[in-house]
């Protein structure tokens, strides 16, 4: 079955870098668009950035100018370059792809901007 797994979460101080990967396996199909969301405590899951398989990417307004997405399709790998971070975009951040008109997620990694 696909499965996504993501890495690269962790602590960082205020105006730091981050970079989130996350790839899919179990299929031979490549992602028809892949993506980030993130839930911070007690807040609904927000989109942050999505690209499709011909590199049109969409960001939320919060992260335009701070995060970069991109992807390598042969490998089914999306990223999630973040600088400038702040601590409000501390929060559980989520890959997904839609494969064959079907979505899936990944167990989130955490991402927390404190000093």
């Known amino acids: 079955q696909v499965q996504l797994v993501e890495s690269g979460g962790g602590l960082v101080q205020p105006g730091g870098s981050l970079r989130l990967s996350c790839a899919a396996s179990g299929t031979i199909f490549s992602a028809n668009v892949m993506g980030w969301y993130r839930q911070a405590p007690g807040k609904q899951r927000e989109l942050v950035a999505t690209i499709t398989n011909g590199g049109s990417t969409n960001y939320a307004d919060s992260v335009k100018g701070r995060f970069t997405i991109s992807r390598t399709n042969a490998k089914n790998t999306v990223y999630l370059q973040m600088g400038s971070l702040k601590p409000e975009d501390t929060a559980v951040y989520y890959c997904?792809?839609?494969?064959?008109?079907?979505?899936?997620w990944g167990q989130g990694t955490q991402v927390t901007v404190s000093s």
């Open positions: 997904t792809a839609r494969i064959v008109a079907k979505d899936y």
